[in-house]
T-cell receptor, first 116, second 114 residues
């Protein structure tokens, strides 16, 4: 079975500073994908970044980067230069084979609040 | 390009009833996935449809079912509603090439079971 753990229920950061949101995962599948999503208070999930298990380079998308440490089974999200609009819930997820189906598993999320 | 749309946005039902939720994917997307989000269980995958066929399935009872039409629109049905089915139901679409990389989510349908 696959599992995602996000140990930080809430995080606070000052505007313009960088912040790291932690995510560890567990799977026996050698081929998997790791994702981060943002969910503002409006409820809509927004895709941020993807990392494949065989990707050699850490994924980056604008101000978002994924710090992928395969041996440690961690996939931390780094947001540089935080903005007030970054305040939201952030979910780490992975997609791998479970019971014959290729399904996504989500963590419980981290609530990020950006202070001015 | 229009985003993923879900109807209705809010729904109130009573125990024992059944409900049908609708999802229209982004034009050109052939994959539609459904998720349930609750405070207690978090975000859980229900099932995924691709070209009218269920491609992947999560661990939910048979009361939860879905289908996809030839225009890629999808419906999700829950029969014999229970109080625990109260949740935000999210639909997501992706193109066939990006099926496992990037999904675009709709605003969700908030279902309340009384």
């Amino acid at each position: 079975a696959q599992k995602i753990t996000q140990t930080q229920p809430g995080m606070f950061v000052q505007e313009k500073e960088a912040v790291t949101l932690d995510c560890t995962y567990d799977t026996s599948d050698p081929s998997y994908g790791l994702f981060w999503y943002k969910q503002p208070s409006s409820g809509e999930m927004i895709f941020l970044i993807y990392q494949g298990s065989y990707d050699q380079q850490n994924a980056t998308e604008g101000r978002y980067s994924l710090n992928f440490q395969k041996a440690r089974k961690s996939a931390n999200l780094v947001i540089s230069a935080s903005q007030l609009g970054d305040s939201a819930m952030y979910f780490c997820a992975m997609r791998g084979v479970t019971g014959g189906s290729y399904i996504p598993t989500f963590g419980r999320g981290t609530s990020l609040i950006v202070h001015p | 390009k229009a985003g993923v749309t879900q109807t209705p946005r809010y729904l109130i039902k009573t125990r024992g009833q059944q409900v049908t939720l609708s999802c229209s994917p982004i034009s050109g997307h052939r994959s539609v996935s459904w998720y349930q989000q609750t405070p207690g269980q978090g975000l859980q995958f229900l099932f995924e449809y691709f070209s009218e066929t269920q491609r992947n399935k999560g661990n939910f009872p048979g009361r939860f079912s879905g289908r996809q039409f030839s225009n890629s629109r999808s419906e999700m049905n829950v029969s014999t509603l229970e109080l625990g089915d109260s949740a935000l139901y999210l639909c997501a679409s992706s193109s066939d090439r990006q099926s496992y990389n990037e999904q675009f989510f709709g605003p969700g349908t908030r279902l309340t079971v009384l």
